[in-house]
């Protein structure tokens, strides 16, 4: 159904757009979201470790640059 360009609709159009919309979506199944999940927490813990290891790594420079001892 095509509209009229600058035709206002209402809400009852809006919740049937939604609805229409919501029937083409495909939801993933349970393997999908566990296999998502797990990819998820893998990627996080990695970079949470790469950003230790450079903080650890620009500490100990400052450390030996500057001669400070930090708490």
């Given at each position: ?20 919309e ?50």
């Open positions: 159904m095509a509209k009229e360009k600058g035709k206002k609709t209402g809400f009852g159009d809006y919740y049937k757009g939604i609805k229409t919501m029937k083409k979506v495909v939801w993933p199944t349970k393997k999908e979201v566990a296999s998502y999940t797990a990819v998820v927490i893998a990627t996080c813990a990695i970079f949470a470790l790469g950003f230790w290891l450079i903080d650890t790594g620009v500490l100990a420079a400052l450390k030996g640059i500057l001669g400070v001892q930090l708490g």
